[in-house]
Structures are given as C-alpha cells and as structure tokens.
C-alpha cells in the first residue's frame, strides 16, 4: 500500500480549505444542533452515489433494509446518471458546502485515498472489531489504506473478455479458456469483417488511459500502476506496459480493433460497440454481466460468451486484478453507528439481493448470485452461464495496491504520451522513455 508518510498533494484546493474550515464549528452550536435532531427513535441517513434507483435495484435494497432496521430510513441521493466522476465534482461540492452526509460510496480506492487523507473518510476499525469481524474472513478486495480500514468493498470487478458468440462461430474459432495476449489478438484478427464499405473489428479497446497499459493495469498484483507499489518510482519501463503498446499498435496496423482515432474523435463509447455489434469483444470487467442480458433500453439481440483475462505468458497464472465501489461513512456524519450499519448490511446481504454484481463478500453463493444476475436481466438466456461459471472460478482474483493520491496526474502525462504514439506515429521507445520520466520527475516534486 502507499504509505502515508509521504507528503500529500492533490489539484483539491477549494476542497481542502473547506475541509479544514468545516473542523472548527463551534461546539455550543454542535451540541444546540445535536439536540434539536432526535426528535424520535427513527433516524435518517443519506446514500450518496451515482446510480440510478430503480433500474439498479436500489429501491427493493433499501426497502429490504428498512425492513430489517426499521429505526433507520435510507434517503437516497443520486444524479441518477451513472457518471461517477460528476458524481466526486457534486460530492466535493457538498463538503466544501457543509451539507449533512452520512454513508458515501466510491469506485474505486484512489479517488477514496484522496479523501481519505483529507479526514473525509470515518475508519471502520473500531466497528468492525465490536462487530467481531475478521476482514481478510470476508472480503476478497482489501480497502485498507495504510493498515486502515477506510470502507467496505461492494462489488467486486474482475478483469474477463465477453465475446459475440455468433461471430466466434462464424470466425471457426474455438471458445479459449487460458490464452495469451498474442492469441487475444490473433482471435481480434480472425473475427474482424468488412462488408459494405464497413468494417466490424474484432475488439475495441476504450478512450480510457487504463487500456494504454492493460496488460499491467488488469493482471499484475504487483506494481500495477504507474508507479511502484512504494509510491517511490516511476513505473512505465517494464514488459507489461511494453505489451500494452505493442498490442495498441498492431490492432491499429492489422485493423482488428477499432481505429483510435475513431475512438476520441467520435467519442465513442464501449457499450453500444459491442451491443450494436460493431465489435466482436471486449475486455472489461465483471460489472458488464448483468447487460449483456439485455437491459430495457438495449435489449440483448445475440448471445455473450466469457473467456477468461488473457496472460503475458503462457504458463503465467490465470489472475486478474479486482476492484469495484467502496462503500465509507462520512467522517462528519451525525449518524456513524447507522451509518457503518448499512455499510455493513449492503456489502453482505444487501448486495445479493441487488442481483446486479459479483459481490467481494467471501461468504456469498456464487451460483445462487449468478442465477440472480442472469434472472433479472431483460434476455437472460443470452448470457452463456456455463462459460461465465468457469470464468469465475478459475481466475484467482488478487487486490493491488491503491495508487498515489496524485495518480490522475501521472494518468495525463501517459496520455499525452500515448496520444502522440497511436496519433503522430511516436515510436514505443521514445513514449516509454519520455513518460517514465516525466512521471519520475512529479514523483521526485512531492517528497
């Protein structure tokens, strides 16, 4: 993990001012509020996040809650737009502006370490031993931050290729069960089509910095980021970020993956290239499964099949990387026992009865999970259980270490680099060498 020792930068000032502003509050006037609020024996907390209540499920889990703790009502606070990085503008926002929040959800650990060092974050140890819980017993992602825990993970998001099995077919291809990247590609080759003047190719790799290093970012438990697990050393010159970009590069020169510059000039977005079937696969995360079920809006019109997250080498294990939402309670929550009690219920419990994710609770029936997601999908007979299971099951998930708090930084400078490769024909060399340092000289302006 990053060690906090460390100084902490971050492009938050507003937020970091106000943060501090807010810890000085009058405590005549704290304890004048305190005593207005428990006017009766039910509390209300707020859940903020970003999705959309009814159509993720949000409303039979709060109300199943509600059920069970009928002294504590849920509100639920959302854009409902499913953008979480508007969701953290809104949510800095609402900090730097006072506003009573209770239980904050995140996706993923970074944007919660940056909180997390400015004392936003409650930690959840002293809960969590009350309660007798032994958190390596229960969950399969670590959210701890410097030996702390921060938040309770809620789904859990590992690495997996879904693929048209229609266009498997067509191409005589073979479902793979362990393969290389190189056969990743040979499979992106073989399924790409053109046909009218159009072409349909064989993946797509998103506008997302991630998928410039995908091979290091998706499947390395150990220095995953851009820079070491220490936080000490720029973390680009390496094979698996080499990889990366030669796969970049040979999907762009064999035209087995949709043109980069396709991709940001149009602002495409992986979703409708996939389900329109302008693509035949996809790397992505389990958080893909429920809608390749169909949803209402984009009903499922052909089958999905599931191999597993392709390896460097052959005889590497068959791991991904997990991640996925990080459910905390606001450091200046007038409700934190409530609080952490909803917490706790959704990322065991409640999160089953969601039906739309792979849950990170140890203690889960995956099948019975599975079956649910599946259910309650618009086409659920297009989703390939069989394949999906094996997925599943042979893959060892393993938790990174969480990127410095400065990671979106690094994240720019790599893309800049990358634009200049995929875009004005920058060499590798010259895109390993310029990034890693760059990256090395931010690295050395915080200590």
């Not at 009766?40 to 509600?66: H, Q």
């Not at 800049?416 to 895109?431: A, P, V």
Request: glycine share 6%.
């Amino acid at each position: 993990m990053f060690k906090a020792k460390r100084k902490f930068f971050i492009i938050l000032p507003l937020l970091s001012m106000l943060v501090a502003g807010c810890g000085t509050s009058n405590s005549g006037e704290e304890a004048a509020s305190n005593a207005g609020e428990k006017t009766n024996d039910v509390v209300t907390i707020k859940l903020s996040n970003w999705y959309a209540k009814k159509m993720d499920n949000w409303d039979v889990v709060i109300a199943e809650f509600e059920k069970q703790h009928p002294n504590i009502k849920v509100e639920f606070a959302s854009a409902e737009d499913n953008n979480s990085n508007e969701f953290y503008k809104k949510l800095d926002l609402a900090v730097a502006g006072g506003d009573d929040l209770d239980v904050i959800m995140f996706s993923n650990m970074t944007f919660l370490s940056q909180r997390a060092e400015l004392g936003m974050i409650e930690p959840l140890d002293d809960f969590l031993v009350k309660d007798g819980i032994n958190f390596a017993d229960e969950y399969t992602a670590d959210t701890k931050i410097d030996g702390k825990v921060y938040g309770l993970p809620g789904k859990s998001s590992q690495g997996l290729v879904i693929i048209n099995e229609n266009h498997l077919k067509e191409a005589g291809l073979k479902l793979p069960k362990d393969w290389t990247w190189d056969q990743y590609m040979e499979y992106a080759k073989a399924m790409t089509k053109t046909e009218g003047g159009k072409t349909r190719y064989g993946t797509y790799f998103h506008s997302w910095i991630q998928y410039g290093y995908l091979v290091q970012n998706f499947g390395q438990s150990a220095n995953s980021n851009l820079t070491t697990d220490d936080g000490l050393t720029a973390n680009v010159d390496n094979p698996y970020t080499r990889k990366s970009l030669e796969l970049r590069l040979q999907g762009e020169t064999e035209g087995s993956a949709t043109p980069y510059s396709e991709v940001v000039s149009q602002k495409l977005n992986y979703r409708p290239q996939y389900f329109n079937q302008d693509t035949s696969m996809l790397v992505t995360g389990s958080f893909l499964i429920p809608e390749t079920g169909g949803t209402d809006t984009i009903p499922a019109s052909f089958k999905t099949v599931f191999a597993p997250l392709p390896k460097l080498k052959a005889d590497d294990p068959m791991t991904s990387n997990v991640s996925g939402d990080v459910l905390t309670v606001y450091s200046k929550s007038k409700h934190k026992e409530e609080a952490y009690t909803f917490v706790r219920w959704f990322s065991t419990e409640g999160i089953v009865l969601q039906g739309k994710n792979i849950p990170s609770w140890k203690k889960a029936n995956l099948n019975e999970v599975v079956d649910r997601i599946i259910a309650g999908s618009k086409n659920p007979e297009m989703i390939d259980k069989e394949s999906l299971m094996y997925v599943l099951k042979n893959t060892t998930p393993t938790t990174t270490a969480t990127g410095v708090p400065y990671h979106a930084e690094l994240e720019k400078v790599f893309l800049e680099e990358f634009d200049k490769m995929m875009l004005s024909n920058q060499d590798i060399d010259t895109t390993i060498q310029n990034t890693q340092t760059k990256i090395q000289k931010i690295i050395d302006s915080k200590s």
